[in-house]
C-alpha cells in the first residue's frame, strides 16, 4: 500500500529531526551555555561594583579580590575543574609581570583562580565599553589599551613600567595580544618585555592547557572539562635592555609552549593525529 505523499514527507522530516536533534542540542548547549556565561558576568559585574563601591569606595587593585571572589563561583556553572601547579611562585610581595596564554573570554576564570594580590590586568579598550563588565574592570583597576594606535599603546605601558615598582603592583597582560583558540600559541606582542625591562622586574609565565578538549566555539562545543594551570620560574629581567627583549620573547614564548603541549598532551587522547597538539619540532 503506497504512503500517501503526505505522510511520506513526515516521516522524511521526522527522520531528519531525530538525526540532527544531536547535533541541535549540542549547538543549543553551546549558545545556551556562552550566552549564560554572558549574563552572568554581566550580572556578577553590576552586583560586584556596587559592593566596590560600598567597601573601597571608587577604581583600585583592592576591588580586584571582590572580583575574584565572584569569579572564582563560575567554574561550578560551567563543570570546570582547574588544577594549578606552582602558585606559590605568584605570592612574592613584590612586582613582576604575570604573562599567559590567552584562549577565550573563559580565560578569566583561570586568572581569578590563581590571580595574586595587588595585580592590575591590561585590557584592549573596547572593553570598557561593555556595559557593567567595563565598570567593574575599571573600579578593579584595569589599565585599557588602544591596540590599534602603538605609539598610545606604548606609553599606557610606559606609564605601567613606571608605577610597577612605585606601588610594587604586578601586571597581568596576555602577550599573544588577542583569544587564541588554535592548537599552538602565537608569536609574543613586545610590550610586556618592555614593562619588565623597563622595570627591571621578573616575569612569570603562566601556561592554561588547551580549551579544546572541552570548548571548541568553531565546532559549538562546551561541555565541562579541565583546566590545568602551570606557574613556571621567573624569568630575571635585571640588568637586561631593550637589546635583550628579542632574546626574552624567545625565552619565554619557548618555555610556555613547551609547557602548553605537556599539560595539554592527556587532555589529547581522544582527538584525530591531524588535530593532536604536535610537541614543536
Ligand atoms: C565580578 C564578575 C566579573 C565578570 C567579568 C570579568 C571581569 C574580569 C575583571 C578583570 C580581569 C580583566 C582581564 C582583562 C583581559 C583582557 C584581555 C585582552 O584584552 S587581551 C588584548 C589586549 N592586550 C594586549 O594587546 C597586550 C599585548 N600587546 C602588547 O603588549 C603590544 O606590544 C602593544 C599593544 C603595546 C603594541 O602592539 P603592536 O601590535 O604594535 O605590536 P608589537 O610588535 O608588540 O610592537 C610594535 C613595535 O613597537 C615596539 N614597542 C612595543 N612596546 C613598546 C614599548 N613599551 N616601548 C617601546 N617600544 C615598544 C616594538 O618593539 C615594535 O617595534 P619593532 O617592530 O620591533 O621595531
Ligand atoms: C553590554 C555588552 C555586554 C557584553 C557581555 C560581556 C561579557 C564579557 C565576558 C568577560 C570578558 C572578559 C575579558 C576577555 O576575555 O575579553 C576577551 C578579549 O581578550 C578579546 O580580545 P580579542 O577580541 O580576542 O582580540
Redesign the pocket.
Known amino acids: 500500500m503506497a504512503i500517501p505523499a503526505i505522510l511520506d514527507m513526515w516521516i522524511w522530516a521526522l527522520l531528519m529531526l531525530l538525526l540532527a536533534l544531536p547535533l541541535l542540542s549540542r549547538t543549543v548547549n553551546f549558545y545556551f551555555k556562552i550566552g549564560s556565561y554572558c549574563l552572568l ?1 554581566l550580572g ?2 553590576l552586583v ?1 561594583s556596587v559592593v566596590c563601591f560600598l567597601v573601597n569606595r571608587g577604581r583600585t587593585v583592592r576591588n580586584m579580590r571582590i ?1 575574584k571572589k ?2 572564582r563561583v563560575f567554574k561550578y556553572f560551567y563543570g570546570l575543574r582547574l588544577e594549578a601547579h606552582g602558585v606559590e611562585k605568584l605570592h612574592d610581595d613584590k612586582p613582576c609581570v604575570i604573562i599567559s596564554n ?1 584562549q577565550s573570554i573563559l580565560d ?1 576564570i583561570g ?1 581569578m583562580e590563581i590571580l595574586p594580590k595587588n595585580c592590575i ?4 579598550r573596547e ?1 570598557v565599553f561593555a556595559g557593567p ?1 567595563g565598570l ?2 575599571y573600579l ?1 583597576g ?1 589599565i585599557f ?1 588602544n ?1 590599534k594606535q ?1 605609539s598610545t ?2 606609553s599606557v ?2 606609564e605601567v613600567g613606571d608605577i610597577l615598582v612605585k606601588e610594587n603592583l604586578k601586571v597581568w ?3 599573544e ?2 583569544r587564541n583558540g588554535s592548537y599552538d600559541m602565537l608569536p609574543f ?4 618585555f ?2 619588565a625591562v623597563q622595570a627591571q622586574v621578573p616575569i612569570i609565565p603562566v601556561v592554561y592547557s588547551s580549551f579544546t578538549s572541552f570548548y571548541q566555539p568553531e565546532k559549538k562545543i562546551f561541555t565541562s572539562g579541565k583546566i590545568k594551570i602551570e606557574v613556571l620560574d621567573p624569568v630575571k629581567t635585571e640588568g637586561l635592555t631593550v637589546e635583550d627583549i628579542p632574546e626574552l620573547i624567545k625565552t619565554c614564548h619557548s618555555a610556555m609552549k613547551e609547557a602548553f603541549f605537556r599539560i595539554s598532551d592527556k587532555l589529547n587522547e581522544n582527538r584525530t593525529n591531524d588535530q593532536a597538539l604536535q610537541p614543536e619540532q
Open positions: 558576568c556578577a559585574s560586584a572580583v565572584f569569579v590567552h578569566m586568572m590586568q591590561i585590557a584592549k572593553l563588565v567593574i574592570m578593579g584595569v589599551i591596540r602603538t599603546a606604548m605601558m610606559g597582560i596576555y602577550p595580544g588577542t606582542k613586545k610590550g610586556a618592555y614593562v
